[in-house]
């Protein structure tokens, strides 16, 4: 079940980009549970990771090697976290598997992992699969890739973009995992963006940061940070265009605006289908003293399992919203400047509930599938916004149940 998401039709091909889905049977199903992709010589690759202190073995592998990438190998179904060492030379023995069969320095390939915590990976089993990715190597496997890294998600999640740049054509292609343990400290579960854009590795190190701040920096489904978080993005450089190395450079707006275009309709996506999700809710604070406070403000709402099943409930209960506003971490909020809005409606005003509120007309919204929640903190001019889900049984099945 999703809010209002469906299956990606039409991905458009990477120029410099290759990719493969199959199954080694991680999940003990048919269903793909690797995906590669292969990048053309002279890709630049940047990427963000997760800043949990369970970090898995790929993720600080992946960290040592994202200046000379050219192959990305993950695995659906075992996340190889909590694994030490052992897990370390699992990831490095995988990715010399990807490298022998692609011809490339193993240093160049960069492992990714998702699902269940705590377990090795059968290194004998995914590594006699590679042969069969490689032999399916194909630019038009976007949707088959982006099946292929889910876990309890119930859509695949991706996203094309097109532009025009020095009358070149550029492509930009992402796809993203994530249903539960959302509340990324960098991105999302996995994401990844490639597009054929010529760019200097510094702006391509600085755009994946920017757009991790505007999009998966921003959702929060549970409040859990996984240990495999990474998001990652390439420019293959296979176009007609002279390389983008300033960031004053009017070319790297356009490339910026859409990549963060991509990237967030990704994260919204991931919300989207959120583990049990019957709502997709946008929590808006302004009026904060700076970004922070107003995330500090939004984040607090956003997690607050009280707030959270109000939402699933339908229920107007002004009392959760000032509670979750009331605890959040913000130096000497004053509750008479706080005003609150769901959609339209005006629920609060000075701190007080607003005399022109009524319960129907709050009820009348949250039976929406699709609202925001709007709080004014009444104290700056600083905005920023969080997007989130209700919290259902349905949430509580599934990670009941994710091992059995």
């Known amino acids: 079940m999703s809010v209002n998401?469906?299956?990606?039709?039409?991905?458009?091909?990477?120029p410099g980009v290759q990719l493969a889905a199959a199954s080694a049977?991680?999940?003990?199903?048919?269903?793909?549970?690797?995906?590669?992709?292969?990048?053309?010589?002279?890709?630049?690759?940047?990427?963000?990771?997760?800043?949990?202190?369970?970090?898995?073995?790929?993720?600080?592998?992946?960290?040592?090697?994202?200046?000379?990438?050219?192959a990305w190998i993950i695995n659906s179904g075992n996340a190889n976290a909590a694994t030490g060492e052992p897990g370390r030379?699992?990831?490095?023995?995988?990715?010399?598997?990807?490298?022998?069969?692609?011809d490339v320095p193993s240093e160049a390939v960069q492992p990714f992992s998702t699902g269940v915590i705590g377990e090795r990976l059968d290194v004998g089993e995914i590594s006699a699969t590679v042969p069969n990715l490689v032999e399916g190597l194909h630019e038009n496997n976007w949707l088959a890739f982006s099946k292929a890294i889910m876990t309890t998600d119930t859509v695949a999640k991706a996203v094309s973009k097109h532009l025009q740049i020095d009358g070149?054509?550029?492509?930009?292609?992402?796809?993203?995992?994530?249903?539960?343990?959302?509340?990324p400290d960098m991105a999302t579960m996995l994401g990844y963006i490639a597009c054929n854009v010529k760019i200097h590795r510094d702006l391509s190190d600085r755009l994946v940061v920017e757009a991790a701040n505007t999009s998966f920096n921003r959702i929060t489904v549970d409040g859990d940070t996984s240990t495999n978080d990474c998001f990652m993005f390439s420019a293959t450089g296979v176009s007609d265009m002279s390389p983008i190395d300033s960031a004053d450079d009017p070319r790297y707006a356009m490339l910026r605006d859409t990549v963060c275009e991509v990237a967030r309709l990704l994260a919204q996506a991931i919300v989207r289908d959120g583990e049990g999700a019957t709502k997709f809710v946008t929590v808006t604070v302004g009026g904060g003293r700076d970004e922070q406070e107003c995330l500090e403000v939004a984040y607090t709402v956003?997690?607050?399992?009280?707030?959270?099943t109000a939402l699933f409930a339908g229920d107007a209960n002004w009392g959760r919203f000032c509670m979750a506003i009331g605890r959040a971490n913000v130096d000497n909020l004053e509750a008479s400047t706080v005003s609150l809005w769901l959609d339209g409606v005006q629920v609060a005003a000075g701190g007080l509930m607003s005399p022109s509120y009524s319960e129907a007309a709050g009820s009348e919204v949250l039976a929406q599938d699709e609202f925001e929640v709007l709080i004014d903190l009444g104290r700056g001019g600083a905005t920023q916004t969080v997007w989130t889900t209700d919290l259902s049984y349905e949430y509580v099945r599934i990670n009941a149940e994710y091992r059995s």
């Open 302 to 308: 956003a997690e607050s399992p009280l707030v959270k």
């Open 89 to 102: 030379q699992d990831a490095m023995a995988i990715c010399a598997a990807v490298a022998s069969a692609n």
């Open 168 to 183: 070149a054509d550029i492509v930009i292609t992402g796809v993203a995992k994530g249903s539960g343990m959302i509340k």
């Open 5 to 14: 998401l469906s299956e990606p039709t039409t991905l458009l091909p990477v």
């Open 25 to 70: 049977g991680i999940k003990n199903t048919d269903r793909d549970d690797l995906g590669l992709a292969v990048f053309a010589p002279g890709t630049v690759v940047s990427g963000v990771y997760t800043q949990s202190a369970f970090a898995a073995p790929p993720v600080h592998l992946a960290k040592e090697r994202h200046a000379g990438a050219r």
